[in-house]
Every structure is written in C-alpha cells, then in structure tokens.
C-alpha cells in the first residue's frame, strides 16, 4: 500500500518547498552580520545535508532578532554624576561606549569571588539581608543540594514579605523551571523562563539564543555578578571535591543601577510586561535611604546579545588588546575565536607583549578541547604561553591587560558567547581591583603547566579528522 507521501505531485511539492525553505535560509545567512566561519558552517550544512541543514537552521541558527531589538530597552542613558574620569582616557571604555555601552561609572566597591564556597556565602548573606528586593538571573538552576537551598532560601525572603523575581533560561534549567521551583511561587516570589524553545516558531532561530547572563541584585544597592551557575560544581556552603573553579564579583555603587536594568529589560521581556511598568514600580528600585559610602572602584557595564543592535562586548575585547602595551591575560574555559581576535593576540605575542592565555587542561566539553587545538598552536607558534589547569575543571572567565584593565562576566572566550548568547561583561578600570585579578591569575597559574606544541597536535588520520571536524563545528558550539 502506498502513502499520500508517494504521490508524484506530493513529491514534487516537498521537493520544491525544501528548495524554497533552503534558498530562504541561504539569504538570510547571507544578509545577516555573521563572521566568515560560521556563515560557511552553515552553508556546507544547509548545502551537503538540506534535510538536516536546513531544519537546525530554522530552529538554531539566529543571532539578531529584530523583533527582540524592537522591544527591549537595555540601559539608562546615563547616571548623572557619577561618571567616570577613566571614559576620557581609556579605548576600551570609549570604544564599549561608542557601541552602545553606557559611560564608565566611579563610586563603586568590589570584592572578587574566587571560590565556590565563599561564593555562595556572598549569595547567602545577601538573600538573607535583603528587605526590599531580590533579582536574580542564572542559566543553570541544578535539581541538587546547592539549587534546592537556593530555592528554599528565596521562598524564606518571599514569605517575608521581600520581592523575589527568579529568571531562567528555558534550556539550561530545562529540569528545574516548574514544579522544581514551586516553593518559590508558592511562597509569593515570581518565577519567568527566558525564551522557552517550544513551540518551535513562537520566535523563529529563538532555541540557539540562550540567556547566559549571571546576575543577582539585592535591593538594588548590590550585585553579585560573574561566571557561577546555581549548581553543586559552581558553588555550595561547604567544599566539594569536584567542585570548579569560577570567578565573580560582589558589587555595591550606582553600577548595580545598571545591571539592575539589565535585568528589569530581560524580566521584561520574559514576563510580557511593560519595561516602563516595571521601572516604575517603587519595589523594582532600591528604597529610600542613606547611600551606601562611595568606592574607588571605576567600572563599566556592557551587555551583549540578541537583544542589542551591535557587538560591544566583543568589540570592546578587541580594543583591549589593541590597547596592550605590556601583558594580556586571558583566562577562559573554552578557547575558539574568531579570526580577527585570533590574529590580534598573536600580532601582540610577536610585538613581544606577554600574552598568557589559561584554559583547563581538559574541560567538560571535550569538542571544544579538540577544536581549540588549531588556536593553540597558532598562539604557541607568535610566542604565546599557553598554561592548562589541572587537575580539575576551570570555568572561570577573566582578561586581564596592563594591570589597568579587566574583565569580569559571564562570557566565555568562544564565539558563542560573543557572537550568540545574552551575556554580561563589568570592565574594571580601577588599578588596585585589576591588580586582584591578576593575584587571582597568578594562583591559577601555581595550579597549571605549559602546554606543548607536541601535545595539541591531532594524532593520526582520526585525530586530525576530529580536530578538524570540530574546528569546522566550532561556530555553532
């Protein structure tokens, strides 16, 4: 017996719109803002495997949405007043700047996070402290003892009568999104999932853009904000011997203005409701009270995403290592960037800079182990040194340059994180915070050895074609 799918017209009507979706997909590649690299993945994938190509696409393989752009408003224009004098002087500042980023902002304090116990005890003793409100943004919520005391504690501050908002992203808290998190709801805290994958079409390209933003705000006068997901391997009140090594930052000034507002847009955007709406709301802002006495910490917040018209945190990347005159140290879990990034650093590494780069000696994604083999060796050939950690897993994600700038955030130095996710960057501008960034390195480095050139090189026909293929693969990782 023969299906209506056997059907000489049908068949001529799937090949036809197979050919149109295709054609579809191969335009709006072509029209979009995409580096080289990945707008020829996706090509080859589209071309050599339509049948798969082209259906990944639909659902994957957005960057920008419209839309998105449209609806959401990221950060107020200005805190008047409180300016930094490093916006004058610094590249790197004028450059995030010029792509959208507000002004540097002085006044701040910041304590660095450099362990997932203290971590969490910073996480701890601001929901317990908090009277008024707490934000609080993460891409993984784990269904373990670290995710379930985090959820009891919200509920805690809920009950009390504080305004609890919990934002996750739909995937990387696929498991812990809704009946997981119901003590929450129940206790009066609010709960929103960041761009659910399905259906499918609600948001054509949605499903690869993932929220990646790790923040948490606490009666808007601090934030906590770095690398650290809300799972047992991050963070935890007593150690653990898998535990990873991530980095954070605990941040009190007017920069917790901005992040709070980088919140309140995604919230938005989440919820339905209107920005303004939730601007206006006297619980969304911090109460009325005496300040909190200034810092000296200058700082810089730059979001990045889907959600905003350029590439500020890249680019403000570049302008970094453009800006070198002595070091560049970049830490980072996962190592594949693009060309231009790749170039730029080895440029520096032949002009004699000291470019340091620290990635795991084996991470917890063994594909972009073997695709970063490529832009290892090329860093090792410029001159560049190359350190892996271990043993043990380094999610931590710094840059570090001159000891006058440094970055601190949730992107990973890989393309998509630059290029894809919503992430969040803080640029420190202030010497004494840059120079405890590079204390944090150098204890990294008492933990890692040299990588060799004999050691990233693919063994063999299958190494080769391994690495290979993940390099391939690399911009849609």
Not at 42 to 55: E, K, M, N, Q, R
Not at 106 to 120: I, K, P, Q, R, V
Not at 137 to 161: K, S
Not at 287 to 311: C, F, K, R, T
């Amino acid at each position: 017996m023969h299906s209506l799918l056997d059907h000489p017209l049908i068949e001529h009507l799937l090949t036809v719109s197979g050919v149109v979706l295709a054609l579809f997909a191969v335009a709006r590649i072509l029209g979009e803002k995409r580096q080289p690299s990945n707008t020829l993945a996706w090509l080859l994938a589209i071309v050599l495997i339509p049948y798969v190509g082209v259906p990944l696409y639909l659902v994957l393989g957005g960057r920008k949405l419209r839309r998105l752009l449209a609806r959401k408003s990221l950060l107020h224009s200005a805190l008047p007043g409180t300016v930094s004098a490093c916006d004058l002087v610094s590249a790197t500042a004028r450059t995030a700047t010029g792509s959208g980023a507000c002004p540097p902002v002085g006044g701040n304090s910041l304590h660095l996070l450099t362990n997932g116990e203290d971590a969490f005890r910073a996480l701890e003793r601001e929901i317990r402290a908090a009277r008024h409100s707490i934000h609080l943004t993460t891409f993984i919520l784990a269904r373990d003892d670290t995710g379930r005391r985090v959820v009891r504690l919200l509920a805690e501050r809920a009950r009390a009568g504080v305004r609890v908002r919990l934002l996750l992203d739909a995937v990387g808290c696929m498991f812990s999104s809704r009946g997981f998190v119901d003590p929450l709801r129940l206790a009066g805290g609010e709960v929103q999932r960041f761009m659910p994958v399905l259906p499918f079409f609600t948001m054509p390209g949605s499903a690869n853009l993932r929220n990646h933003r790790k923040i948490a705000i606490f009666d808007g006068r601090t934030a906590i904000i770095g690398g650290q997901n809300l799972a047992r391997e991050y963070m935890g009140p007593t150690p653990y011997r898998k535990r990873w090594r991530d980095l954070g930052a605990v941040v009190r000034g007017p920069a917790v203005t901005l992040l709070n507002d980088v919140f309140l847009a995604d919230w938005s955007f989440a919820s339905g409701r209107p920005l303004d709406a939730l601007r206006a709301d006297p619980r969304s802002e911090a109460p009325a009270a005496p300040p909190p006495l200034p810092g000296a910490s200058e700082v810089q917040i730059v979001a990045s995403g889907p959600d905003v018209a350029g590439d500020a945190l890249y680019e403000s990347i570049i302008s970094m290592i453009q800006e070198a005159e002595r070091s560049i140290w970049i830490v980072t879990p996962y190592f594949i960037p693009d060309e231009v990034l790749l170039r730029s650093l080895i440029v520096k590494a032949r002009a004699g800079r000291d470019v340091t780069l620290i990635v795991p000696a084996r991470s917890n994604h063994p594909v972009t182990d073997f695709a970063r083999r490529y832009y290892v060796r090329e860093l090792l050939r410029a001159g560049a040194r190359v350190l892996l950690f271990g043993p043990g897993m380094m999610h931590s994600k710094g840059v570090i340059v001159d000891d006058r700038i440094g970055l601190i955030g949730s992107a990973n130095f890989d393309m998509r994180s630059l290029f894809v996710n919503f992430e969040i960057g803080m640029f420190v501008y202030s010497e004494p915070d840059v120079r405890a960034m590079r204390a944090w390195a150098e204890g990294l480095m008492k933990h890692s050895h040299k990588a060799r050139p004999d050691r990233v090189q693919g063994r063999g026909l299958v190494g080769n074609l391994v690495e290979e293929l993940s390099r391939l693969l690399a911009p849609l990782l």
